[in-house]
C-alpha cells in the first residue's frame, strides 16, 4: 500500500482532525523531496517520538535566490513515497506553491542575527523564506514534534528560535547528521556531483576530522583550528565560502577564553561551505573536550 498523499491545505486539515480524534501523537519532518538515508534516519527518530509520521515534501519557493537551483532541485515523488514508507511514515503533505502562499501573500517570518551571518551571508533572505515555511507548518500541525537534522545547523538554531520566540506549541528535536561510508554528508544535491567533484567533496568531511585531531591533541587557538580544516579543503582545490568555529548553543561567535579553559559541556562547532565544481555543500562538526572525536 502506498502512503496517503495530502496535496491541499484544507484536506491536510481534515486528516489532522482524524489523526487526533484517535488520540494519536504526531511527529513531523519537513523537507524539500529526494529523500535519502539521512532524512530516512530523521524519520525513524519521528516514529520514536510520534504514533503518527508525517513527512513533509515541499520546494519553498521563498528560501532560493536568484541563480540558485530552484528550477533543477532533483523531485520523485514516487521514490520519495517508498522510502518514507520504508522508515515508517504515516502520510506525506505535499503541497503546490500555491496552498502554501495563498495568492496575494505579503507575510514573512524574519529572524535577527542568527539569521544573518554563515548560510545567511551568502543567501540573502534564505533564512526567511526557511522560517516563514516553517511556521506555517509549526501552525499547520501543532501540537507536534518536529525533527530536524544537524546537517543545517543554522536552520535548526533558527528553526528553535522561531518556535520559541512565536510561542509555539512545538517540540524540536534535532538528529546527528547522517553521512555515506566515506564521510560525505548526505545530501538530495549530491547527485550534482560527478566523480571527480564527489572526490575533491570528502575534502569537507576530511577538513573537519583534520580540525577536530588538532582539538583533540589540544589545539585551542582558533585561527589554528579553523587553518588546519582550511589546508584540507584548499588542498582539494574547493572553494571556500566560510569555515567558521562558534558556540554550538548560540552560533554566537566564539569565546576563546572558553575555548581554551574548555568548561565541561561546552560545545563549539566548526561549520563549512564550500563548492565543488559549482556544487554548494554545507557540513558541521561539533566539538567539545569531554566528547568524542567526530568526523572521520
Ligand atoms: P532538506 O530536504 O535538505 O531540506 O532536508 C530536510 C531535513 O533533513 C532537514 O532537517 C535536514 O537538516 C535533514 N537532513 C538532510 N540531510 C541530512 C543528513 N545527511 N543527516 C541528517 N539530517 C539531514
Request: with cysteine; glycine share 8%.
Amino acid at each position: 500500500m502506498t502512503l496517503p498523499v495530502l496535496t491541499s491545505v484544507a484536506s491536510l486539515r481534515v486528516h489532522l482532525a482524524a489523526v487526533r480524534s484517535r488520540g494519536a501523537k504526531l511527529a513531523v519532518v519537513p523537507t524539500m523531496g529526494a529523500l535519502h538515508a539521512g532524512h530516512q534516519a530523521l524519520v525513524r527518530r519521528a516514529r520514536e517520538l510520534g504514533s503518527e509520521v508525517a513527512v513533509t515534501i515541499f520546494v519553498n519557493p521563498t528560501q532560493f535566490g536568484a541563480g540558485e537551483d530552484f528550477e533543477k532541485y532533483p523531485r520523485q515523488l514516487e521514490a520519495d513515497q517508498l522510502r518514507a514508507e520504508e522508515a515508517g511514515a504515516s502520510f506525506l503533505f505535499v503541497p503546490e506553491a500555491r496552498e502554501m502562499y495563498p495568492a496575494g501573500d505579503q507575510t514573512r517570518v524574519s529572524v535577527g542575527s542568527l539569521a544573518e551571518g554563515l548560510c545567511g551571508a551568502s543567501r540573502p533572505g534564505h533564512f526567511t523564506g526557511v522560517a516563514t515555511v516553517v511556521t506555517k507548518f509549526f501552525a499547520l500541525f501543532a501540537p507536534a514534534t518536529f525533527v530536524f537534522g544537524q546537517k543545517d545547523y543554522q536552520q535548526l538554531k533558527v528553526l528553535e528560535r522561531v518556535a520559541r520566540d512565536l510561542l509555539l506549541p512545538v517540540d524540536i528535536v534535532s538528529h546527528p547528521i547522517v553521512r555515506q561510508a566515506d564521510g560525505l554528508a548526505l545530501s538530495s544535491r549530491n547527485v550534482y556531483l560527478t566523480p571527480t567533484e564527489r572526490q575533491a567533496a570528502l575534502g569537507i568531511p576530511r577538513a573537519l576530522a583534520a580540525a577536530q585531531r588538532a582539538y583533540a591533541a589540544g589545539e585551542r587557538d582558533r585561527e589554528r583550528l579553523i587553518g588546519s580544516a582550511l589546508a584540507v579543503l584548499r588542498s582539494e582545490n574547493l572553494e571556500v565560502e566560510y569555515v567558521e568555529l562558534r558556540s554550538a548553543a548560540s552560533l554566537e561567535p566564539l569565546d576563546e577564553a572558553a575555548l581554551r579553559e574548555q568548561p565541561a559541556g561546552e560545545r563549539w562547532v566548526l561549520l563549512i561551505a564550500a563548492r565543488s565544481g559549482t556544487t554548494r555543500l554545507i557540513d558541521n562538526s561539533i566539538m567539545g573536550h569531554d566528547l568524542e572525536v567526530g568526523g572521520r
